[in-house]
T-cell receptor, first 113, second 116 residues
């Protein structure tokens, strides 16, 4: 069955450093992969989408890579700030409709001042 | 991004009662609505998909008679948890999709249901 894993349940880093989060998937070849931010008690907020034919995508301090051979995506936040502290979710489209998503459990990022 | 609202944001009810959750897509027409739920420290799981004016399609393991979905208009969908039990306590999140979207998906703020 399709599986998506975010290896780290939690990641603690110092302000100003780069946070790198990992997402791996198996038994699947998604057309695209998405990253979301989720704050406690809130719904996910879309951050970035990367397509299978794209290696890298950037948006301000965020960078996502997508390696379809390794079946892995890396999500980077450069110059991290305490306000970046949240849970970050990786999601793959299951096929058919774009809203039919499989989510990872998320990585809780804590940025210390 | 799209503006999505959910009401109520949190609800506490007694076991055996029914609870209705509303999801509104405020700035685009939601031809499709996805309903997810999230248990503590677990990933979001898709419960059902509904197209406006049609019956919902439920994921494996989700009881269609327990989780009633109505998607009668392009801006409103409701999820009713019938005869709620403590194991139904969860965070319910809707996600509308319109014809014009292209890859990214937007979610409501969620409804925290606690069944005593």
């Amino acid at each position: 069955s399709q599986k998506i894993e975010q290896n780290s349940e939690a990641l603690n880093i110092q302000e100003g450093k780069t946070a790198t989060l990992t997402c791996n998937y198996t038994n699947y070849s998604p057309a695209y992969l998405q990253w979301y931010r989720q704050d406690p008690g809130r719904g996910p907020v879309f951050l970035l989408l990367i397509r299978e034919n794209e290696k890298e995508k950037r948006k301000e301090r965020l960078k996502v890579t997508f390696d379809t051979t390794l079946k892995q995506s890396l999500f980077h936040i450069t110059a991290s700030q305490p306000a970046d502290s949240a849970t970050y979710l990786c999601a793959l489209t299951r096929g058919g409709s774009q809203g039919n998503l499989i989510f990872g459990k998320g990585t809780k990022l804590s940025v210390k001042p | 991004g799209a503006v999505v609202s959910q009401h109520p944001s949190r609800v506490i009810c007694k076991s055996g009662t029914s609870v209705k959750i509303e999801c509104r897509s405020l700035d685009f027409q939601a031809t499709t609505m996805f309903w997810y739920r999230q248990f503590p420290k677990k990933s979001l799981m898709l419960m059902a998909t509904s197209n406006e004016g049609s019956k919902a399609t439920y994921e494996q393991g989700v009881e269609k008679d327990k989780f009633l979905i109505n998607h009668a208009s392009l801006t409103l969908s409701t999820l009713t948890v019938t005869s709620a039990h403590p194991e139904d306590s969860s965070f319910y999140i809707c996600s509308p999709q319109g014809l014009a979207q292209s890859g990214s998906q937007f979610f409501g703020p969620g409804t925290r249901l606690t069944v005593l």
